[in-house]
């Protein structure tokens, strides 16, 4: 997997040159002159630990909660000073860990971000199924939610229990959303597990809709190194199968992709942190995308807070881009939209997008990856397919290292990829 991610990105960047990331904590941040700017804040704590689960958390308290919220709203504010005027941002997003178990504070967050930052096209919160009730989704509505994300990963027993997974109750979830309503209501499910096939698949996405969702997104399970789970990751040739069933099944029942994984039922709604042109992250483990950088904050929660009180950002690693390294990070997560658009990539890089990669772009006609017209390249069936299974050794060969050390190590010195 390695030798693969190694070469593209070599061949890519065209240079021998790894990522190489340092330990640059007390950089200041520049990003007031940037366009497009999203914002990003990681909420830790889960009632119970998922073993599939990658992402940086640990078990709620109340107590434990409380006191990383005071210390995220203190990160906010050192940031945000830094601003000579208020700056308008695309979106705010909510991670974890699971957002929901720090409702009762969300609406102070969103509040301190408010002071420096203009939302422009809404706030997003990820929810567990325990979290879809009236009172919590009302008091999201309340401090401005517009958008919500539910980790279903599937309604049916049998997956439910592979993946460590409580029973979900459909009905009650449609009551509740019923009553509270959101601009996007998006559900998340995975696929290629074990055993699971089209129709498996097909009863989901049909009970999401039938729920209240506007929005699907369908991740595929990926097997990380440090997680506990004992699930077996589905076949290639399996997983493609059923990757295409399920997309030509959403487009003919109308739904509009709005991604590799994420389907929509009605125009112009979506759910996504990943696929911004920039973002700002809050909190334990959150990244920041810039224009010449990437910054990951220490997955540490005790070390976050001590960074924190010190007056010093919480920052473990940073990797300050190439040019090409940056067009190929960019390239990357367009591309993770099914689309990329000729006058977007040269808006953003002063460059024609033909004259840094028109080879690779030919190449790729070529194999039918993808097909061209006008101003925008947009994937095929094949070429989605063909993404997801890179994409997949991109996280094992990269995400997978990174995140590994810094589970162990609050603030690594230099770490490569």
Sequence with gaps: MSVITSLTRMWLTRSFQPFTFTNQYNQPLVFENLQNLGLYVHIPFCKSICSFCPYCKELYSQEKCDSYVDHLLREIHMV????????????????????????????????ALKEYFIITEGIGVELHPDNVQIPVLQTLRDAGVTKISIGIQSFQAKFQKVLGRNPVTPELIKKALAAVPFETISMDFIFALPGQTFEDLKADIDLAFHCGAN????????????????????????????????????????????????????????Y??????????????????????????????????????????????????????????????TAYSTKVRKSDFESFFGVPLKKMYGMELGIAKALGFITEK????????????????????????????????????????????
């Excluded at 006008?374 to 299974?389: E, I, N, P, Q, S």
């Excluded at 997978?400 to 690594?412: I, N, Q």
Aim: proline share 3%.
């Design 80 to 111: 945000g000073s830094t601003l000579s005027k208020k700056k308008t941002v695309t979106s705010l997003y909510f991670g974890g860990g699971t957002p929901a178990l720090a409702a009762h504070r969300l609406g102070e967050i969103i509040s």
């Design 215 to 270: 929005h699907i997104a369908i991740y595929p399970f990926i097997d990380f190194s440090f997680t506990d789970n004992k699930v077996r990751p589905m076949k290639k040739k399996e997983k493609r199968r059923l990757l295409d069933d399920i997309t030509l099944y959403c487009e003919n029942k109308g739904y509009s992709r709005e991604s590799i994984w994420t389907f929509a039922s009605k125009p112009d709604v979506g």
């Design 272 to 333: 996504s942190s990943m696929t911004r042109d920039n973002f700002l992250g809050f909190g334990c483990s959150a990244t920041s995308l810039l224009m010449d950088q990437f910054k990951i904050n220490t997955f540490s929660v005790e070390e976050y807070e001590k960074r924190i009180s010190e007056g010093f950002l919480p920052t473990a690693l940073t990797i300050r881009f190439t040019l090409r390294q940056r067009m190929i990070y960019y390239l990357f997560w």
């Design 374 to 417: 006008d101003d925008v390249y947009t994937m095929t069936l094949k070429g989605a397919f063909y993404y997801h299974y890179y994409e997949n050794f991109y996280t094992l060969s990269y995400i997978d290292k990174m995140w590994s050390v810094m589970r162990k190590e609050a603030f690594p010195e230099r770490l490569e990829l």
